[in-house]
């Protein structure tokens, strides 16, 4: 349970000395407006606005932020209205509660029906970043109590989540909120392949944590003795369980080729700092061959910036340190959020950095230009899903309906996330009219047809060597043993 002295405890540690008189009255008007409320998980309604106020301070947003976080549902779900709340708390935290409340409600469809949708989000981002925010600390707290949603709905936010909300915390360089999105929809959207990483995690990381604990330990001691570093922490941190799924996907499912299960992240007070570690854990281990990367003399394009090296620690066991500042580290996590909390505070000294920043704002001021140039829908859709979900291939069924998979699906995958059938009896396929082997990878915008052969058409184990979707792998696998096992019964009949 979450409690109004649980947030306060926070700001008071974040705005030392503020006035949080603001906060409580906001507690208390939104916990009067929503008095007697239960939500489905059966608790009252103001812990789901005391959860998203608390997840709001882990992005470092200001007061107001905070306040509107707490009022964020009074007036779509209470008897008071926005003129109550502007009245009550003025016109910055009523515009942020008007534009939460603004952001639609359509139920997610798939992509291709939620246009408009899109259109509001990408209009109250260009107006007020601060709105998107609240809606990702509202969602995190919807996703982690969404086991108490019938399951089609869960499936239905989970997939919302997925495919707008964290492609848009990703655009908006806001990594952890987009791995914690991730990680609570990946759970509904592919249950099996979920509960195989999972398992695959909890299997393989309890003995490399445990050996993490004296490298973490031997580094710590090495650090503090050679060279007087202000270490604000040192900690190894398990990847998250979506992105670990995408990338066994890149490495034949084997576990044993991603090195970075567990990361240790070293978090030092100054750039220099950040090379002498380095230099402190080359001494100590040996690192890979091409393995050590230097995103902070070139960042990466997003803005992101660290040293990484892996190195080997022992026979057979190789361990990814990650080196940056407080304040790399901090916009690692919370991109656009940790910008102004630096801007806002100081004048930004580190130029690269800030050319970064300024571009992944730019991408949302170009969103706008780009929907009030495109009236029709369709071409509007087809930009933003270039620009914004580049992760996804949105591809056609012959019908019209749009279809998304994963970069670099085949026909195949295509054939067996429409029905398990028509990936069973696939005998060719035709991409955009033309007839095109069944290997061949999608690209968004493709029309594809599958030509079924219901007499003789079986799935051909070779398919497995080119499918990217875990649903079409289990049912050619399953098809597979079937017909082995047919096939014996034969041999000894
Ligand atoms: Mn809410």
Same mark, same amino acid.
């Given at each position: 349970?979450?409690?109004?002295?649980?947030?306060?405890?926070?700001?008071?540690?974040?705005?030392?000395?503020?006035?949080?008189?603001?906060?409580?009255?906001?507690?208390?008007?939104?916990?009067?407006?929503?008095?007697?409320?239960?939500?489905?998980?059966?608790?009252?309604?103001?812990?789901?606005?005391?959860?998203?106020?608390?997840?709001?301070?882990?992005?470092?947003?200001?007061?107001?932020?905070?306040?509107?976080?707490?009022?964020?549902?009074?007036?779509?779900?209470?008897?008071?209205?926005?003129?109550?709340?502007?009245?009550?708390?003025?016109?910055?935290?009523?515009?942020?509660?008007?534009?939460?409340?603004?952001?639609?409600?359509?139920?997610?469809?798939?992509?291709?029906?939620?246009?408009?949708?899109?259109?509001?989000?990408?209009?109250?981002?260009?107006?007020?970043?601060?709105?998107?925010?609240?809606?990702?600390?509202?969602?995190?707290?919807?996703?982690?109590?969404?086991?108490?949603?019938?399951?089609?709905?869960?499936?239905?936010?989970?997939?919302?989540?997925?495919?707008?909300?964290?492609?848009?915390?990703?655009?908006?360089?806001?990594?952890?909120?987009?791995?914690?999105?991730?990680?609570?929809?990946?759970?509904?959207?592919?249950?099996?392949?979920?509960?195989?990483?999972?398992?695959?995690?909890?299997?393989?990381?309890?003995?490399?944590?445990?050996?993490?604990?004296?490298?973490?330990?031997?580094?710590?001691?090495?650090?503090?003795?050679?060279?007087?570093?202000?270490?604000?922490? %040192?900690?190894?941190?398990?990847?998250?369980?979506?992105?670990?799924?995408?990338?066994?996907?890149?490495?034949?499912?084997?576990?044993?080729?991603?090195?970075?299960?567990?990361?240790?992240?070293?978090?030092?007070?100054?750039?220099?700092?950040?090379?002498?570690?380095?230099?402190?854990?080359?001494?100590?281990?040996?690192?890979?061959?091409?393995?050590?990367?230097?995103?902070?003399?070139?960042?990466?394009?997003?803005?992101?910036?660290?040293?990484?090296?892996?190195? %080997?620690?022992?026979?057979?066991?190789?361990?990814?340190?990650?080196?940056?500042?407080?304040?790399?580290?901090?916009?690692?996590?919370?991109?656009?959020?940790?910008?102004?909390?630096?801007?806002?505070?100081?004048?930004?000294?580190?130029?690269?950095?800030?050319?970064? +920043?300024?571009?992944?704002?730019?991408?949302?001021?170009?969103?706008?230009?780009?929907?009030?140039?495109?009236?029709?829908?369709?071409?509007?859709?087809?930009?933003?899903?270039?620009?914004?979900?580049?992760?996804?291939?949105?591809?056609?069924?012959?019908?019209?309906?749009?279809?998304?998979?994963?970069?670099?699906?085949?026909?195949?995958?295509?054939?067996?996330?429409?029905?398990?059938?028509?990936?069973?009896?696939?005998?060719?396929?035709?991409?955009?009219?033309?007839?095109?082997?069944?290997?061949?990878?999608?690209?968004?915008?493709?029309?594809?047809?599958?030509?079924?052969?219901?007499?003789?058409?079986?799935?051909?184990?070779?398919?497995?060597?080119?499918? +990217?979707?875990?649903?079409?792998?289990?049912?050619?696998?399953?098809?597979?043993?079937?017909?082995?096992?047919?096939?014996?019964?034969?041999?000894?009949?």
């Amino acid at each position: 349970m979450f409690s109004l002295a649980q947030l306060l405890n926070i700001l008071k540690k974040q705005f030392p000395g503020a006035d949080l008189d603001m906060v409580k009255l906001a507690y208390d008007y939104a916990a009067r407006a929503h008095a007697g409320q239960i939500r489905l998980d059966n608790t009252p309604y103001i812990q789901h606005n005391l959860a998203t106020a608390i997840n709001l301070t882990v992005m470092r947003v200001d007061l107001p932020t905070i306040q509107a976080g707490l009022l964020h549902d009074v007036p779509e779900e209470t008897a008071y209205t926005i003129e109550d709340i502007k009245e009550n708390f003025g016109a910055e935290v009523g515009s942020l509660v008007e534009g939460i409340t603004k952001l639609g409600k359509l139920k997610y469809r798939g992509m291709e029906r939620y246009v408009e949708n899109l259109r509001k989000m990408f209009l109250a981002l260009s107006k007020d970043v601060r709105v998107i925010l609240i809606k990702f600390a509202d969602r995190l707290h919807n996703m982690e109590t969404l086991d108490a949603l019938p399951p089609e709905k869960q499936k239905r936010i989970a997939l919302e989540s997925m495919e707008i909300f964290a492609p848009l915390a990703h655009r908006l360089g806001m990594w952890e909120i987009k791995g914690q999105l991730e990680d609570l929809s990946f759970k509904y959207t592919q249950p099996e392949d979920y509960a195989w990483v999972a398992t695959l995690m909890a299997t393989t990381s309890p003995s490399k944590e445990k050996n993490l604990k004296s490298i973490v330990k031997t580094l710590h001691h090495a650090l503090t003795q050679q060279s007087n570093l202000k270490i604000y922490s %040192i900690q190894g941190r398990a990847k998250h369980l979506y992105s670990l799924y995408k990338k066994l996907l890149r490495h034949d499912r084997d576990i044993s080729r991603i090195y970075d299960l567990i990361a240790v992240r070293i978090i030092v007070d100054s750039v220099a700092e950040c090379y002498t570690a380095l230099g402190v854990i080359h001494q100590l281990w040996k690192p890979l061959r091409g393995r050590i990367k230097d995103y902070i003399a070139q960042p990466k394009p997003n803005g992101y910036q660290s040293l990484h090296t892996t190195v %080997i620690v022992g026979p057979g066991e190789i361990v990814e340190f990650q080196i940056r500042t407080k304040k790399m580290d901090e916009e690692a996590q919370y991109g656009v959020a940790a910008y102004w909390l630096y801007v806002e505070k100081e004048k930004p000294k580190e130029g690269a950095r800030l050319d970064a +920043k300024h571009r992944s704002l730019g991408w949302v001021n170009e969103l706008i230009k780009l929907q009030q140039e495109i009236k029709d829908t369709a071409e509007y859709l087809e930009s933003v899903k270039i620009d914004v979900f580049p992760d996804n291939i949105f591809v056609f069924t012959p019908k019209g309906d749009v279809i998304t998979l994963p970069d670099q699906a085949t026909p195949i995958d295509f054939a067996y996330h429409i029905h398990t059938d028509l990936g069973n009896k696939c005998a060719a396929s035709r991409i955009n009219n033309r007839l095109m082997p069944l290997s061949t990878t999608l690209k968004s915008g493709d029309m594809v047809e599958i030509i079924v052969d219901k007499k003789r058409a079986r799935p051909s184990p070779d398919w497995l060597d080119f499918v +990217k979707t875990r649903t079409a792998r289990e049912h050619i696998k399953q098809s597979l043993n079937r017909t082995s096992r047919l096939f014996t019964m034969f041999k000894r009949g």
